[in-house]
T-cell receptor, first 113, second 111 residues
Framework: DGGITQSPKYLFRKEGQNVTLSCEQNLNHDAMYWYRQDPGQGLRLIYYSQIVNDFQKGDIAEGYSVSREKKESFPLTVTSAQKNPTAFYLC????????????FGQGTRLTVV | KNQVEQSPQSLIILEGKNCTLQCNYTVSPFSNLRWYKQDTGRGPVSLTI???SENTKSNGRYTATLDADTKQSSLHITASQLSDSASYIC??????????WGAGTKLIIKP
């Protein structure tokens, strides 16, 4: 059953803590992405990776970190430096190239308590 | 500044009626435009892609149009169903991996 899986679906974080969101894909895609979605706004790119062991900052990378040690996995860590982390986080993957479709996971809703 | 603006912000229609969602963009250079459907609490799913040379493309009850001269796209939904209730997002690809996302139109279908 091919797809992209995010976990957990819901996550609660205390202020000052780091949390890691998981993203795994078995579509054999080279590119993976992390987006943040806030109510009434478009998706904003946090980080993306086109190849293993390489990743690039997106538009709002401050307070976040990623790793790409395996092709299938692209975890996102929300650090205590991110001042407003409550949001819906979406992971996506795609083939590299200009006209490729991004396939999304089900999302993780992070809430700071 | 590269931007994608969608209208209306939200829309309520009765089941069985048609509706049209709008997307205006200022992204340059333009590569392609996609419409995504996003159910509440889920990830977006692609409905259709429009390239520079395409004016109209249909996917079942969904028909997308593109006017590259005026930089406008529309998504027309025919004979709406309750399952069409979702957010519809327009995203324009510029150079390389640059994707500019609209804020979406929230569509509610009432029985």
């Amino acid at each position: 059953d091919g797809g992209i899986t995010q976990s957990p679906k819901y996550l609660f974080r205390k202020e000052g803590q780091n949390v890691t969101l998981s993203c795994e894909q078995n579509l054999n895609h080279d590119a993976m992405y992390w987006y943040r979605q806030d109510p009434g706004q478009g998706l904003r790119l946090i980080y993306y990776s086109q190849i293993v062991n390489d990743f690039q900052k997106g538009d709002i990378a401050e307070g976040y970190s990623v790793s790409r040690e395996k092709k299938e996995s692209f975890p996102l860590t929300v650090t205590s430096a991110q001042k407003n982390p409550t949001a819906f986080y979406l992971c996506a993957s795609s083939w590299t190239g200009g006209d490729t479709e991004a396939f999304f996971g089900q999302g993780t809703r992070l809430t700071v308590v | 500044k590269n931007q994608v603006e969608q209208s209306p912000q939200s829309l309520i229609i009765l089941e069985g009626k048609n509706c049209t969602l709008q997307c205006n963009y200022t992204v340059s250079p333009f590569s392609n435009l996609r419409w995504y459907k996003q159910d509440t609490g889920r990830g977006p799913v692609s409905l259709t892609i429009m390239t520079f040379s395409e004016n109209t493309k249909s996917n079942g009850r969904y028909t997308a149009t593109l006017d590259a001269d005026t930089k406008q796209s529309s998504l027309h939904i025919t004979a709406s169903q309750l399952s069409d209730s979702a957010s519809y997002i327009c995203v324009v690809r510029g150079s390389n991996y640059q994707l500019i996302w609209g804020a979406g139109t929230k569509l509610i279908i009432k029985p």
